[in-house]
């Protein structure tokens, strides 16, 4: 789906910690130390992504200092960051002990310098000396930031002091879940739940792959050392380099939450069908219908994403017809037997995977999104003809986004109706079941066994 980083400000941490957290979290501007190895390549990714709304892929790729490290530091520091991240509310509740007012905004890098020193000391077991020294050398190595030089070293050598007994008496799921995505989910799934889900979205993902060819599950599965899922998915729990698996350069597979690859299968039985893709990239639902035998329309609007699409369908030799257009307003000369539409949401389903999410998202941008996914349904409801089937997913967890905007569609269209989901013929998780009949994932389902993204996904036929 389509998850453009919305370059809002980062929510506040919540409020309840203490006064300083709150104010000591503006990220909004301040200087960080250029990028000389993993740890300051981390920092200056942090800083884009509370600071400006990046994602994680971009504040790294984006850094000419990550590019340039060796492979095993490019991997350290993006374990620093991701690391970070999920524990961004500990580690802020941490450096808050010690901080007795919080930073200007214009200092903000030598907050980003503790954030990242601090998970070294607190989750990585990183040497004292090795974190500390560091941090502080790279305040020093920045004009603004030098006179920080000593509070950088007091405080993380009380947090590398004090290490893990200093997280013992914090609520864990709930401070690193900020306040307004708890607020919003607690009402929905009720607070065990939701702890649930914070506790999952701490995890390491482990990978998932569908395979072009299902019916040679278990042979792909004994090569690659993967677990068959009751999906169709496989899973392998440490999996290294995607790219030097057995099949990746035959395209034999593509990457996919197992989460993800349940939408597309609603359709049913494709075969010989015209079948759109709406928000097609980066392209693992248009393999599926592809490879399930339909003839696909996939469109996106983005050119670098519709880029990522054609690349992705010529290294699985998969052919559809590409269009590069707004899926809004775009209409095709002939009606199509179904439709599926990937909408660009808020992706809190996703944040196990992408751990900047909660962070770089607020309240007021779901409304925003709730509009762009009602005129992409209505538009989807044009493209297909009578008795054809439109499938609606969004990796969010939020009803407004999911529920809601279905109730909203048949209100708007008698033409169409809901269709039930089976979710056991699905393999999916039998609570994935809604009352309405829809279908809806949890990072909290199948945890033990490595989880799943959260998911939504109503099945919706067009009467004839």
Not at 332 to 355: E, F, Q, W
Request: charge should be neutral; proline fraction near 6%.
């Amino acid at each position: 789906m389509q998850n453009t980083p919305l370059n809002r400000l980062a929510p506040q941490i919540d409020p309840g910690i203490n006064a300083v957290s709150t104010a000591s979290n503006d990220t909004t501007t301040g200087p960080v130390p250029a990028a000389a190895d993993a740890r300051s390549a981390a920092v200056i990714a942090l800083q884009k992504i509370l600071g400006e709304g990046e994602t994680v892929e971009r504040s790294l790729d984006s850094s000419p200092g990550y590019r340039a490290l060796p492979t095993r530091e490019r991997a350290f520091a993006r374990l620093l960051l991701l690391t970070s991240l999920r524990r961004l509310g500990e580690i802020n509740a941490v450096i808050d002990r010690f901080m007795k007012q919080p930073l200007r905004p214009r200092l903000a890098g030598a907050r980003h310098v503790m954030q990242i020193g601090a998970c070294q000391l607190l989750f990585l077991d990183t040497p004292a000396h090795a974190a500390v020294s560091t941090a502080v050398d790279q305040v020093a190595s920045d004009r603004v930031l030098r006179p920080l030089k000593g509070l950088v070293n007091a405080v993380l050598r009380r947090i590398s002091e004090g290490r893990t007994s200093l997280l013992e008496d914090l609520d864990t799921d709930r401070i690193n879940m900020p306040d307004w995505l708890w607020h919003r989910l607690c009402p929905v799934y009720g607070e065990i739940t939701v702890r649930a889900i914070s506790a999952a979205n701490r995890r390491e993902p482990v990978l998932d792959l569908t395979l072009k060819s299902p019916a040679d599950k278990q042979e792909w599965a004994n090569r690659l050392g993967a677990a068959c899922l009751t999906s169709g998915s496989l899973r392998l729990e440490k999996a290294g380099r995607v790219e030097e698996l057995p099949g990746f350069a035959d395209g034999a597979w593509w990457v996919q939450d197992a989460a993800s690859a349940l939408p597309a299968r609603l359709l049913g039985d494709v075969t010989d069908c015209l079948v759109i893709d709406l928000c097609a990239a980066p392209g693992g639902k248009s393999a599926q219908l592809i490879a399930a035998g339909a003839r696909v329309t996939a469109v996106e609007r983005s050119a670098g994403r519709t880029r990522r699409l054609r690349e992705n369908l010529r290294r699985l030799s998969l052919d559809a017809k590409i269009v590069k257009a707004d899926a809004a307003t775009w209409r095709p000369k002939i009606l199509a037997d179904a439709v599926l539409l990937d909408a660009p949401c808020s992706a809190t389903g996703t944040m196990r995977r992408h751990p900047e999410v909660p962070w770089t998202r607020q309240a007021e941008d779901i409304e925003r999104l709730n509009k762009q996914q009602d005129e992409l349904l209505d538009a989807a409801c044009a493209m297909v003809k009578p008795g054809g089937r439109v499938v609606y997913t969004v990796c969010s967890l939020d009803p407004s986004e999911g529920e809601e905007r279905v109730s909203a569609l048949l209100a708007r269209h008698p033409d169409m109706a809901r269709e039930a989901v089976n979710a056991a013929a699905l393999g999916a998780p039998a609570e994935a079941a809604t009352a309405d009949g829809d279908l809806r994932t949890l990072p909290c389902y199948w945890a033990d066994t490595g989880g799943l993204d959260g998911f939504y996904a109503a099945c919706l036929r067009r009467s004839s």
